[in-house]
């Protein structure tokens, strides 16, 4: 079982800098692909990021592509996602999961443990 705990969400004006941390627990956080989602009030969750269990294969969603950067270090257990050039739309509750699969995927089907979430709010 890997348990996910997100951190360093907040307020932040349009055009600034967020840096979302993930820390997982359970030995086989590395043996997993990891991702980024985002839920907004009145709307579905959205996938955001995601990244192989190595790290060596990304995906994102094309309205954040060029903006925000996911990586991840097994040796901590962490999954980071960098968001740059924030915009009001990006305004969400973040959720970092694991897949059961190691390769990206971007279906919350193929997610089968979630974090409590964090909430990011760009302000225009």
């Known amino acids: 079982q890997v348990l996910l705990a997100e951190s360093g969400g907040g307020l932040v004006q349009a055009g600034g800098s967020l840096r979302l941390s993930c820390a997982a627990s359970g030995r086989t956080f590395s043996s997993y692909a990891m991702g980024w989602f985002r839920q907004a009030p009145g709307k579905e969750r959205e996938f955001v990021a995601a990244l192989s269990w190595n790290g060596d294969s990304t995906d994102y969603a094309g309205s954040v592509k060029g903006r925000f950067i996911i990586s991840r270090d097994n040796a901590e257990k962490t999954v980071t996602l960098q968001m740059n050039s924030l915009k009001p739309e990006d305004t969400a509750v973040y959720f970092c999961?694991?897949?059961?699969?190691?390769?990206?995927?971007?279906?919350?089907?193929?997610?089968?443990?979630w974090g409590q979430g964090t909430q990011v709010t760009v302000s225009s």
């Open positions: 999961a694991t897949a059961d699969t190691r390769v990206v995927t971007y279906s919350t089907r193929d997610y089968w443990s």
